[in-house]
Every structure is written in C-alpha cells, then in structure tokens.
C-alpha cells in the first residue's frame, strides 16, 4: 500500500513540474539548395518535374525555382526537354513513357549557371493487377470507411511497393427531391409586424 501511495504522489509531482513550456525555434544555419519532386512512370503522357528551393525552418511559403532547363536523358542518348508551365512546374514538351530496360538521368540547369544531375535511374519491374475490390468496413472507432483491395502478381521480386493514384466521385441523393426551385425575391428579410 505504501508503494502506491508513493506512486501516486511521484506521478502529481511529475504532472506539476512536467509541464510543456513553448520555445521559440531558431534559425542558427541554412544552405540554400533545390528540392525536386519528380515521378517517371510507364505511362505514355506529358511527365512533369517541380522544382522549389529549401526553406528556413521557421518559413512556411515555398519558393519555385524559376526559369531552370530541366531535361531528361536516356541512356541511348535520346533527351526529353521540359518547358515552365507555372512557377517551378517544369511539363515535358511531348509525351512519352519510361521502358524498364533503360535507365534515365534527370538534369537541372538553374538560372544562376548551377548544374544538377541525378544518377542513373531505372524503373522496376511492373506487377499486374489481378484482382480489383471494395467493400464498407465498419472500424475499430465504430466508423464506416471504404476498403479498397489489389490482388497483384510479380514476375520477380522487384517491384514490391506500390503507388495508387485515384479521383473520388460520389454523388449525393436527397431523400426528398422536389422539381420547384427557390427564387430568391430580396436579399433584405422581411420583418413581420405582430
């Protein structure tokens, strides 16, 4: 009993004292460098790259890199070129997609003169999808949720991660749908004398 007792008092004393004072964080280094995000796939369409600068850690806006020559190059030489479509959004000039057996180089040319160059790439091998399924599952919060489920095969070890992209589309049903629509006749309300 003299144990809990002990306990007890230890855990209100590290709830007194333990409180969590804010701190103001400071920016002592930065190094100005360029993050690119960039994803090559197998799809034959316009490939896109967005390029934008670090930030200090106390910022929040992004910075575009602007006005940079961003290409791509295979390793039989053939060289995609990307045009600026907004700021630090960098679209191929034509559409094309990524064959497993080459390996790609991404280059950067910023406006200050500095080059950049990723190391040679390849894409991994494909997994076909097999099996495509939904179903509403009730959760351990007792919330309904979609569950979406991929059955896929590989043809070797390789490719065992995955990316799925999708757009939600749902459509709403009133329960008490009437054609009549409300025109609104005057946007001041009216006052009622009783």
Known sequence: MKKHIILFILCIIMLIKGCIEPFEIVNTTFTKNIVVKAILTNEIKKHSVKLFQTIPIDSTKTIPVKNAIVRIIDDTGITYNFQETEDGIYTSTSPFAAQPVKSYILKIKAIEGIEYSSTPEQLPSTSEIKNLSYKIEINDSNISELVIK??????????????????????????????RKIIIVSAVPLMSSN
Do not use: C, F, V
């Not at 070797?156 to 749902?170: P, V």
């Open 150 to 179: 991929a059955n896929s095969k590989l043809s070797n070890n390789e490719g065992q991660y995955y990316r799925y992209e999708y757009d939600e589309t749902y459509k709403i049903k009133i329960p008490y749908w009437t054609p």
